[in-house]
């Protein structure tokens, strides 16, 4: 009995699509990416309970210091990518001369043309009116997921400062940031029931 064309088409089509989405299905599994297929773990993967994190701190030519907060509001791009630009240019490489080049452009960009946030590019971080930035200091904190409160950036378990900008010495008419480090820090207040709440 002979085959149609249009059958066998179907038959291969139908084969074809069970042989994606069946790799498609062992590489989310498995956790891996190999192109054209990936994981799809951008929003849901399984993480530890403890990271590395950066944090920054800018300070004026008066010595006004903004932050440290996140280093997402260093650079126009996508907060992912401002990460992976830092630890490329502070901790894959070495050389010192790459590193200060960086920062002068990052606070000259600051200073000069400050841009708003949209979708996944964070708002420019900005200095105070009539005020230009003059210092950055970088730093690599740990954080512990159970036991830091994740909207206080300075409670963190440990911090190294990474590296500091600072040609004008002002940084040092600053004072030492207020880190909450774990050891140190209170705990945290217990939960308490709101009205109207069905929780115990």
Request: net charge positive; charged share 20%.
């Amino acid at each position: 009995m002979a085959v149609s064309k249009s059958r066998i088409g179907w038959l291969l089509t139908i084969g074809a699509t069970a042989l994606t989405l069946g790799l498609q299905m062992r590489h989310t599994v498995k956790n891996t990416n190999r192109w054209p297929w990936c994981s799809y773990n951008m929003f849901s993967y399984r993480k530890s309970h403890r990271a590395m994190q950066l944090r920054t701190r800018l300070v004026t030519a008066s010595g006004v210091c903004v932050g440290p907060t996140d280093p997402w509001g260093l650079l126009p791009l996508e907060f992912f990518r401002v990460i992976s630009l830092l630890e490329r240019i502070f901790f894959t490489q070495q050389d010192m001369a790459v590193r200060e080049e960086f920062c002068r452009g990052v606070l000259a960009r600051l200073n000069r043309a400050p841009w708003k946030g949209w979708d996944e590019v964070k708002p420019a971080l900005l200095a105070p009116p009539g005020q230009r930035f003059a210092a950055l200091e970088l730093y690599l904190v740990a954080v512990d997921f159970d036991r830091c409160d994740p909207v206080d950036r300075l409670h963190v378990e440990s911090v190294e400062l990474v590296h500091r900008h600072d040609p004008d010495g002002v940084a040092a008419t600053c004072p030492p940031p207020r880190w909450r480090l774990l050891d140190t820090a209170p705990a945290p207040a217990p939960a308490t029931q709101t009205e109207g709440s069905t929780r115990p």
